[in-house]
Structures are given as C-alpha cells and as structure tokens.
C-alpha cells in the first residue's frame, strides 16, 4: 500500500547522505578530525556510518577497552550537524582473538582452516565468537545510548561465506534432526540418498557439501544453504541482542549486498528495521549504461520489496571508481545513479568511503576525500551536488510505491536451478532472465516489485514467474486463486518441475502448475547457439502478435491441454507444435512460453499484454530508448522520477496536464528534454 513511512531517525527526518567513516585509520594524523568536519559541512553530508572495521582499535587486548578515539569522533560529529550510523565491529576480528581462540576462524569448503587475515571470514557457530561480539557490542551500545549522535546501528558488514568447521557441521546436524522430527528414514527419502547409494544409517555421517565429498545430492545442497542463512541470521540476532537491549529505539540494519547469491535474504529481512545494501555497478563498462541502468533498477526493487515497500538506504555506493578496472563516473552519472536508488525507494545516499586509506588494497577505490586532501576534485563537486539535491527532497522521504506488476525471483529457486547440470546450464540464467522480463516494464516506465514465493500475491494484476524450477508449499494454490480472481500470470519453461526438496514432480510437468497453465511438457529441447528455430505467431492469436521471433537455446515440446495456442515452431520435428500458449482460469488468464526467447519477442509480448492490461504507470508517456520513469507516492502525493541513462539528449512528452519540477519549483508540461545522463523529479499537480 502506498503510505508515507516514517523516516529513518525521528532525530534528522531528512534524506540521509554520508559515508564510511574510519577514524580509527587516522588516529595519528594530527588535526584531522577538524579537517574531516570542515570537509563534511562543505560537502553537504549528514550522516557517516562510523567505525565499520574498528574492533582492534576498540579493544587492543582482550577486555581492555579505548572508546578515547570514537568519543572524539562522535562528539566532533555531533558538534558540526552530522549524525553517527554506529558500526559494531564484528566483520573484522582483532589479531589477538583469532590468536587465542582458533576456533572462530572459518574452515573452509576444502576443510581447511583459515589463517588470521582478511575479513568477514569468521566462524558463525564459535560460541566464544558469539561473546565476544555480543560484549563489545553491549559495551558499544552502554558507551553510546545516549549520545545525541547515535541514529542508527549498522551491525557488522556484508555478512557472507559459510563455516565448515565441526561446530557448524554439529549445528547443521542439529538443524536437520528438528527439521526431520529426529527421523532420519524422512530425511533420507527427502534427499533421494538411495541415488548413488548415499543412504545414511546416523546422523553423524552427514556431513556439509565440499569439494572432494559431497557434491551431487541436490537436496542436501538446499538444506545446507537453508542452514546456512539461519545461522547467519541467528549469528545477526545475537549481534543485535544487546542493542535492543540498550537502545530499543534506534534502528539496527546490516548491508546486503543486492543479488548476493548464498544468503536468503528474505529470510533475514524482518530482523532488519530498516533494509540496507551495497550497490557497485559497472558503469560505462563494455553494456551500454542502460543496461547497468535496469539491472540495478532490479536490486533496488528487490530491497525496496524485502520490507513490504518500505524505503531503505544505499549503504554504499562509489563516489567514483571501484576495483577492477578504474573507470571513472563520468560527468552526470554520479548525481544519476543516486538519483536511481531514491526514485526506486531509498531515503539515503551513502558512499564507500569519506576518506581514501592511505595503505591497504582499497587505497585507489574511489572516496568522497581523495590523497589530496582537500575539496577541490571532481569528485567532491559531484558528491556535493548530491548533498545539495538530497536536501531538497524532504517531500519524498519515506513515500513508496504500489506496483500491479511483480516479478517472482526467488533465492531457493535459485539455488535448485543452479545445480542443474543437464538442459545446457541454462538454468543458471535465471537472474539474467528475470532481469530481461523485468527490463520490458523498466523501459516503459512500469513500477515492479520483486517478491519471492513467500510474498502475498493478492492486490497485483500481473505476475511474472520466469523458470519457476522449485515450486515452495503453497506457491501453486496461492498462484491458483490469484488468476482465479483476475489475475494474469506469464510463466515460461522450466517451471514447476521439482519440489522444495528438488525432488522431481511426479505424473507430468509442470507438476503443480499444470492446472492453471494448461498444458503438459514432454520434453525439453536445448539447442546448441548455431542452432536456429523460430517461433510464428498464429494467425488472429488473442495478442495480435505477427511475426517470428528467434529461440535463444530452450525449446520445450508440449502438449496444450486446456490452453489456447498463439505461437508455434517453425522447424524441425516438432514445427508446428505450440511454444505460447494462453490458458483462461477463473477470471484470469495463465500466458506459458515454452521457448526461451530473444528481447525482440518480449519485446512484442509485454508490449501487447500491457496495452490490455494497464497496470500502473508512473507517468503516461511513451519513453525513448534509455530513458525510464518511476513512482514514489504516499497515496496523495506523486513524484515522477524521469531518468535518461542513454549517451544522448532524450525528449519525453509527459502531456499538459501539469507537474511541477520538484528542485525547481517550476511548472512543466508537454515536452522535456533530458541531457544525456539527465533526470527530473516532478510532481503531479
Ligand atoms: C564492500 C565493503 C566495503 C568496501 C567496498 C569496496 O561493499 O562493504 O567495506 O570494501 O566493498 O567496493
Ligand atoms: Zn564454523
């Protein structure tokens, strides 16, 4: 429901715009705290996320605690305007505690242990690591309670990787025994263990996947991954104990990290009171900008949706550069790109980093501050200019959007399509196919939530299910009364074909989902890329789609049973037969694309079904190539975010009934022109 939320912090209810702040790097550079502040004001920032990597300089030894350096850091910040999103410091351990307890090291896929070093690299399960975090995070929050400063909690950073040491293996077993009622005969039948003979007769001989032992029994992979989210999200509520505890009201996040493929997020999402995430793309890279422009759009989306509509925060984000190769944001791109994480829902913009380190492998990694020092880069500029934009949005803070249209992208799914190893790999397509549906939308200035199974479905008038491999307990039934009541489902090959235990449905594909798409795959075709065949839209379908559109390696064979057929194969032994079909259910309508397909066929496709099914807009206007608008509203209020990420001036029509320019103040109608790489925020009047 479109609703304005409330801001992040009661104490600053403004967009948030700062950076990774780590003093504890600078402790012995002499008046560089006064400096740093001086540059902040200049800079138009308000909010550093502070102490990210600082657990050595908080604790040198073991209970020997030095909160000198941060209470001058939280004091200076305070005193200049400028609030403190306090770190706890768990994402990299002190030397002297990997020393002593070895234990809280990770152990590898490979079994080995890791060597003190790196970071985000530690044992989940070690219980003196769960202390130890807990005490330093309790000191932290006792320290800080009150400090006029202190407006959010950003607990540890990018949690990743999995532990394979004996604790975690001991916990995985215990996760299994409770998930599998202590039965082992269930376990043993859920996995398929008989295949290859890999029955368990104890508990104890189940062991974690690796490299040199198991690596093939697919539902042992899922459960392990599912193990492996819990005890991250178990390791995270451990980490947040004490600061609820202290400070019950100050918003506690960790930073996600978009499409991160090894953590559920939906699973961790509804410990967070605010979603967070780390967003790198790739501009000017060798895909044209707008490319990067709607598969960026698609993880903003995703964490947008990790809350319900929520708005969350760009917790990172280059002010330049990142690694890899150097390239730089061109002029315009860095006030854009910003611009895109607010308009698809964030009520901040925050960079890694404010300073640049003067050692270490991130010392050429783009900051706000660079080795000079001083203010007068390009970069600084840029990074100003989003200071002083951010604060003339304070109307659009904490409004959202409602989508009719939703995409379902879905973590399990995921991880069961990519173990597939027979049909060609494409299974491991699936991002990339969900972001070619979701492109269609993007360029026609369709709002889209990205949901997975678990979401409530009732309130949207179309859903895309790309390669809906694992269908989840109650995915069918809820999909069933969806179109039932007049929803419009597309759903394409590779659906419905395995349970949550990636055991395969039995008496026909696509298994639950035979009902409502109508018809039974057969077989699956994968072709080589010098193969061609080509789809022929039927002569007066429903869609009114004409033409042939290129298969691009996936041509499923199928036999429509209450479906309508709207295209067909064009060669080879199965020319003729259906590749779209179009089945009627309830009120609603099922769309089934057997074929994998080219973007000039979704193309034709959405365009056609959109100009049947009008779901919400964010501005009625036909968009150039390049150019994509997007909606936040609080149900009265309606902002338009028209962004042009295309190398030239665009022109949009927008029509007379009027905006008004949300920095400018000034009315506009009719037609706008975009520079390249230009936007403008309107509201509907
Ligand atoms: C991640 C980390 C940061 C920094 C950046 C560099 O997002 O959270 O600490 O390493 O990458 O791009
Ligand atoms: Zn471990």
Not at 152 to 169: D, F, P
Not at 295 to 303: E, G
Not at 430 to 451: A, C, F, M
Not at 521 to 540: I, R, S
């Amino acid at each position: 429901m479109a609703k304005k939320y409330p801001p992040i912090s009661s104490k600053y209810p403004h967009f948030l715009h700062g950076a990774d702040y780590n003093p504890d790097q600078w402790k012995d550079t002499p008046g560089i705290l006064g400096e740093d502040m001086r540059l902040m004001k200049l800079a138009h920032v308000n909010a550093m996320s502070v102490g990210i990597f600082s657990w050595a300089a908080l604790e040198p030894e073991e209970g020997r605690f030095e909160f000198g350096w941060l209470d001058e850091a939280m004091d200076a910040l305070y005193e200049n305007g400028i609030y403190a999103i306090l770190a706890t410091p768990s994402a990299a351990r002190p030397a002297w505690l990997s020393q002593k307890y070895p234990e809280v090291q990770q152990v590898r896929p490979d079994r080995v242990r890791a060597l003190f070093g790196e970071r985000q690299n530690h044992c989940y399960t070690s219980p003196i690591f769960r202390e130890k975090v807990r005490t330093v995070n309790r000191k932290l929050a006792e320290r800080y309670k009150d400090h006029p400063a202190l407006i959010a909690w950003h607990v540890s950073n990018e949690y990743m990787g999995y532990c394979n040491c004996e604790l975690c293996e001991a916990a995985f077993r215990d996760w299994l025994k409770i998930k599998y009622e202590n039965d082992l005969d269930r376990l043993n039948k859920a996995w398929w263990t008989s295949f290859w003979g890999h029955t368990y007769s104890s508990w104890e001989q189940i062991e974690a996947p690796a490299p040199h032992g198991s690596k093939t029994l697919h539902a042992l992979n899922l459960d392990w991954k599912r193990f492996c989210t819990h005890n991250i999200t178990e390791f995270y509520k451990n980490e947040i104990a004490p600061l609820k505890e202290i400070t019950p009201d100050i918003p506690v996040t960790t930073n996600l990290m978009g499409t991160y493929p090894d953590i559920n997020y939906h699973q961790l999402a509804p410990y967070l009171d605010v979603i967070s995430w780390d967003n790198y793309p790739r501009w000017h890279s060798d895909s044209p900008d707008r490319e990067i422009a709607f598969n960026t759009a698609f993880k903003h989306d995703i964490n947008r949706c990790l809350k319900d509509g929520q708005p969350f925060m760009l917790m990172e984000s280059t002010p330049s550069n990142t690694h890899g190769m150097a390239k730089l944001k061109r002029p315009g791109m860095h006030l854009l790109s910003s611009i895109q994480a607010v308009a698809h829902g964030a009520d901040t913009v925050q960079y890694f980093q404010w300073r640049k380190n003067r050692g270490g492998v991130e010392k050429f990694h783009g900051a706000v501050v660079g080795h000079s020092g001083h203010e007068n880069t390009r970069v600084f500029k840029d990074v100003t200019e989003v200071g002083k934009t951010l604060e003339k949005l304070d109307s659009v803070l904490g409004t959202t959007v409602s989508p009719d249209v939703a995409i379902i992208y879905d973590w399990e799914n995921r991880w069961a399509l990519n173990d597939i190893v027979a049909i060609g790999g494409h299974g491991r397509d699936y991002e990339n196919t969900s972001v070619q549906h979701y492109k269609e939308l993007w360029k026609r200035g369709i709002p889209v939530d990205i949901i997975d199974q678990t979401a409530d479905f009732a309130g949207y008038k179309l859903i895309v299910a790309p390669m809906l491999y694992l269908v989840r307990p109650g995915t069918a039934a809820k999909l069933e009364s969806f179109v039932e009541k007049g929803g419009t489902l597309v759903i394409t090959y590779f659906s419905g074909m395995v349970d949550e235990n990636d055991l395969c449905f039995l008496g026909g594909f696509p298994g639950p989902l035979r009902k409502i798409i109508g018809v039974w795959v057969e077989e699956t075709d994968t072709l080589y890329e010098y193969d061609e065949n080509y789809v022929t839209a039927c002569e007066n379908n429903e869609l009114d789609l004409s033409g042939e559109y290129r298969t691009a390696g996936v041509c499923e064979l199928v036999h429509p049973e209450t479906a309508s057929v709207l295209a067909v194969y064009k060669d080879d032994f199965y020319a003729g037969r259906a590749a779209l079909t179009v089945n009627s259910f309830g009120s609603g309508k099922v769309y089934y694309m057997a074929f994998k397909n080219n973007d000039d066929f979704l193309t034709a496709f959405y365009g056609r079904l959109i100009e049947r099914i009008k779901p919400l807009k964010a501005v009625d206007a036909d968009l150039p190539e390049g150019v994509t608008a997007q909606l936040r509203t609080d149900g009265e209020r309606e902002f338009v975010f028209l962004m042009n990420f295309a190398t030239e001036e665009r022109c949009v029509n927008i029509g007379g009934k009027g905006f008004k320019d949300v920095l400018t103040g000034e009315s506009v109608i009719n037609e706008i022109r975009l520079q390249k790489y230009g936007f403008r925020i309107l509201e509907r009047l």
